[in-house]
C-alpha cells in the first residue's frame, strides 16, 4: 500500500484550475469534478482536504500561478502527504513545472493522486510513468494548438474568419460580412470619417463630437444580449479605431498584431496586442466587402495620420499646432537634413522664428540655422494663391454647399437619436401591455423601464428643440455673392478677417507636402516640394543681425546719419515728415524718435556750431555773409557760380567757406543779365530748393 500512516498525517491539497474565463462560465462540470476530489481524499483515509483553487482561469503554460506556488511552498515545508488532481494537465502544461513538482514530491514524500492511480515520485517507475504523462500532456497541447491556429489562418486566408464584428458590420451568415441595417449606426461612422476629412486630426475629431455632444456606438457583450448596441460620447481611442481599421474600406485582414513571449523572474510572460506593419500583415484581401470609404481614401488617412505622429518617421509633418506661423512641420533643413522647428517670442507670443537646433540639442555642436517667419510664410503664401486662384470659384461653391450640410448634421443626428428612442419606449409599453396587471412583480419593474424610455425621449425631443431655436440662419444672396467675390479673389479671401491660420495651414499642407530651405549669403533659399510631385524654387531676403520686421528701411540711415552732421534733431524730424518718411511702425518721426534712432545706430548728436568749424554755411547762412538774398544765391547755384552739395532733394544746400571766397559776385550779376534784388524790408522771398 503507497498510502502511509506518515502520508496521512500530513494534509490532502486538492489542486483546481482552469485555464480561461471561458471554461469557467461555460464548463461547469469540470470544475465540481475537481472538487469532488476532496470527497476521494477523505475515502482514502485523510480527515479532510485542502483546496486550493486561486488559479482558477489562469493557463497553466508557464505563466505566473499563485495557486501553484503556495501548493509548492506547502510541500517544501513538508505539510503535504498528497496531491491530488484530475489529470496531470491541471498541475501543469510545461516540462519545468511539472518536474519540478515531481522533484519536490520525492524529496519529502509526497504522492501524486489522480484519477488513474495513486504515484510514488520516490519510486523509479512511479517516476517514469509520471514523466511520461507529463511529456504526452505537453505534446498534446502542442499538437491541438498547432492544429487549432493552423485551421484558423486556413480560414482566414479565405477571408471567412470573424472571431468578432467591427461596429458598423454584422455577421451574414457564417462567412460573411455586411453593413449594419441600423441607419443611425451607418451614419454615425460615416460621420467620423466626413469630420476627418475636413479637421485632419484624429484629437480634432474627437474635441468635436465631445464638444458638439455627438455619441457613437459601442458594443457591450453580456450572456443575456451577446452583442448589445450602446450609444456614449466617444473617447480617443474609439475614434483611432475606426479611422486606422481597414475593415472600414472594405478589406479584410488578418495577423495585424501578434504576441511576444519574455522571462521575468523566472516565468514566462506574454505580451499580446503588439501592431506589426502591413508589411507584415498575414492576411489583406482588398474589395472583400462593402465598405464605408474607398481603399484609396483609406490609404490616403493613414498617410496623414503617420504624417500627424511628430514623434515616428523620418520627417513627419506633425499635426497643426497652435500658432499664426503658417509653415510649421514642413520645413526641412538643406544642411542637416533635419527638421526645422518653430518659436514664438515677444509680448503677444506672436513674434516667430524657424531654426534648426538638432545637432546643438543631440551632439551640443552650434545651432544649424535660423530666421524670422515673416518674408518666408509672405513669399510661400503668395506661390499658394497662384497656383490655386484657378479654384477659387469651385472652392467658393464647395464652402457653400459645405455650411448647408454641416448645418444639418447634428440635426441629422438628434433625429435618428430621438426615432430610435420612441422605439424602444414603444417597446416598453408593449411589454408593460403584454404582462398580467396582477404580477406585480414583473409589472412594476416593466413599468420603470417604460418610463425610462419616455425619459429618453423628452431628453432627445428637448435637444431637438434646441437646435432648431438656434438654427444658424442659411446663407443669403448677399453672403453668397460675397463668398464667390473672394473665391475669384482668392487674395481676398486668404486675409480676410475672418480667415484664421488654422485654415491658411490646412491650404498650404493640401498643395504642398515639404520644403527644403538653405541660407545662402543673406537669402533664403527655399525648393517647395509639392504635393502633384512639382517643384518650384524661391528665395528671399534674409534680415542682417539686429533687424526686424519693424525697422525702417536702409536708405533712412543713411539719411539721418548725413542730416545728423547739418541738423539738430528737432529739425531732422520736421524735415524727414516733409519728406514724406516714416518710421519702421508706419508712424510719424519726433525729436525723440530721431534721438532713439541715433542711438541705436551710433550717430552722433549734432553739436552747436559744428558746420562753422568745418567751414560750411547753409543757404541762408551764406546769403547773409554776402548781402544778397538767398533766392539769389540759389540762382548762383543753379547756374554753376558757386559750388554747393545737397544730399538729396529738399535737404540743406552745404557751401563751403572756401568756394564763397572765390566767388566772384559782380561778374555773377553782369553774365546773368539781372540787377541786385530790391534791399526792401517788406518783400516777401520764397525759397525752392
Not at 516540462?95 to 514524500?109: A, K, P, Q, Y
Not at 484624429?202 to 451577446?226: C, F, K
Not at 527638421?339 to 517670442?345: E, I
Not at 477659387?392 to 459645405?402: D, M, Q, R, V, W
Request: net charge positive.
Amino acid at each position: 500500500m503507497k498510502i502511509t500512516a506518515e502520508h496521512l498525517a500530513r494534509g490532502a491539497y486538492v489542486y483546481v484550475r482552469q485555464s480561461t474565463a471561458d471554461q469557467l462560465v461555460n464548463n461547469p462540470e469540470s470544475r465540481r469534478r475537481q472538487y469532488g476530489l476532496a470527497e476521494r481524499a477523505r475515502s482514502l483515509g485523510w480527515k479532510d482536504a485542502i483546496v486550493i483553487d486561486e488559479d482558477l482561469g489562469r493557463s497553466g503554460s508557464g505563466i505566473s500561478r499563485p495557486g501553484f506556488e503556495k501548493l509548492l511552498a506547502a510541500i517544501c515545508d513538508g505539510r503535504v502527504g498528497a496531491v491530488l488532481a484530475i489529470e496531470a494537465s491541471r498541475l501543469a502544461r510545461n516540462g519545468r513545472d511539472w518536474h519540478t513538482l515531481i522533484e519536490f514530491c520525492g524529496l519529502v514524500g509526497t504522492l501524486i493522486i489522480d484519477e488513474d492511480g495513486i504515484y510514488e515520485p520516490r519510486h523509479p517507475n512511479d517516476r517514469l510513468l509520471l514523466g511520461m504523462k507529463g511529456t504526452m500532456s505537453e505534446l498534446e497541447l502542442s499538437i491541438l494548438r498547432a492544429r487549432s491556429i493552423e485551421a484558423l489562418k486556413q480560414k482566414a486566408r479565405r477571408g471567412e474568419l470573424f472571431l468578432t464584428v467591427a461596429i458598423g458590420y454584422v455577421k451574414s451568415g457564417r462567412n460573411r460580412i455586411e453593413k449594419d441595417p441600423d441607419l443611425r449606426i451607418r451614419e454615425a461612422i460615416d460621420l467620423v470619417f466626413r469630420r476627418f476629412d475636413e479637421l485632419q486630426s484624429i484629437r480634432q475629431v474627437h474635441l468635436w463630437l465631445r464638444s458638439e455632444g455627438i455619441m457613437l456606438p459601442a458594443v457591450n457583450y453580456t450572456r443575456a444580449a451577446d452583442r448589445a448596441i450602446v450609444w456614449k460620447l466617444p473617447v480617443y481611442n474609439t475614434v483611432h479605431h475606426i479611422l486606422t481599421n481597414p475593415i472600414y474600406a472594405g478589406a479584410y485582414a488578418f495577423g495585424r498584431t501578434c504576441s511576444k513571449v519574455t522571462i521575468e523572474a523566472g516565468r514566462k510572460r506574454i505580451l499580446r496586442g503588439i501592431r506589426r506593419d502591413r508589411a507584415d500583415w498575414e492576411v489583406l484581401l482588398i474589395d472583400h466587402h462593402e465598405g464605408y470609404l474607398s481603399w484609396h481614401d483609406f490609404e490616403r488617412n493613414q498617410r496623414l495620420i503617420t504624417d500627424n505622429a511628430t514623434s515616428k518617421g523620418l520627417v513627419p509633418r506633425g499635426a497643426l499646432r497652435r500658432g499664426e506661423l503658417l509653415l510649421g512641420g514642413l520645413l526641412r533643413c538643406g544642411h542637416c537634413g533635419r527638421k526645422l522647428h518653430v518659436s514664438y517670442s515677444g509680448s503677444n507670443g506672436n513674434t516667430g522664428r524657424y531654426h534648426c537646433r538638432g545637432a546643438q540639442v543631440n551632439h551640443g555642436t552650434d545651432p544649424c540655422i535660423g530666421f524670422g517667419s515673416l518674408r518666408v510664410d509672405q513669399a510661400v503664401s503668395a506661390e499658394v494663391l497662384q497656383r490655386l486662384q484657378p479654384l477659387g470659384i469651385e472652392a467658393a461653391i464647395k464652402a457653400i454647399e459645405t455650411s448647408t450640410v454641416q448645418a444639418g448634421e447634428k440635426r441629422r443626428h438628434v433625429e435618428l437619436a430621438l426615432e430610435q428612442a420612441r422605439y424602444e419606449a414603444a417597446h416598453a409599453r408593449r411589454q408593460y401591455d403584454a404582462v398580467d396587471p396582477d404580477n406585480r412583480l414583473v409589472a412594476g419593474e416593466l413599468e420603470r423601464r417604460w418610463n425610462a424610455a419616455l425619459v429618453a425621449v423628452r431628453e432627445r425631443q428637448d435637444e431637438l428643440d434646441a437646435l432648431d431655436r438656434h438654427k444658424p440662419e442659411a446663407l443669403g444672396d448677399e453672403e453668397r455673392r460675397s463668398l464667390l467675390r473672394m473665391g475669384a479673389d482668392l487674395e481676398l479671401a486668404w486675409h480676410h478677417a475672418n480667415a484664421t491660420a488654422t485654415t491658411r495651414k490646412r491650404i498650404i499642407r493640401a498643395v504642398i507636402r515639404e520644403i527644403v530651405v538653405a541660407i545662402e549669403d543673406d537669402h533664403i533659399k527655399m525648393l517647395v516640394h509639392w504635393q502633384g510631385g512639382d517643384h518650384t524654387a524661391l528665395s528671399v531676403r534674409k534680415n542682417k543681425a539686429g533687424h526686424h520686421r519693424w525697422g525702417a528701411p536702409p536708405d533712412i540711415e543713411e539719411l539721418i546719419r548725413a542730416l545728423a552732421r547739418q541738423l539738430p534733431d528737432r529739425a531732422i524730424a520736421s524735415l524727414l515728415n516733409r519728406l514724406g518718411k516714416t518710421t519702421g511702425r508706419q508712424n510719424g518721426w519726433t525729436q525723440s524718435r530721431v534721438c532713439t534712432f541715433r542711438n541705436q545706430h551710433d550717430i552722433a548728436v549734432y553739436k552747436k556750431d559744428e558746420r562753422s568749424e568745418r567751414g560750411e554755411y547753409t543757404l541762408q547762412e551764406t546769403a547773409a555773409k554776402l548781402g544778397l538774398r538767398p533766392m539769389t544765391v540759389l540762382r548762383m547755384i543753379r547756374a554753376g557760380d558757386l559750388k554747393a552739395e545737397q544730399y538729396c532733394k529738399g535737404t540743406p544746400w552745404i557751401i563751403r567757406h572756401e568756394d564763397i571766397e572765390q566767388l566772384d559776385i559782380q561778374h555773377h550779376s553782369v553774365r546773368s543779365g539781372h540787377s541786385p534784388l530790391s534791399q526792401s524790408q517788406d518783400q516777401q522771398i520764397q525759397l525752392f530748393q
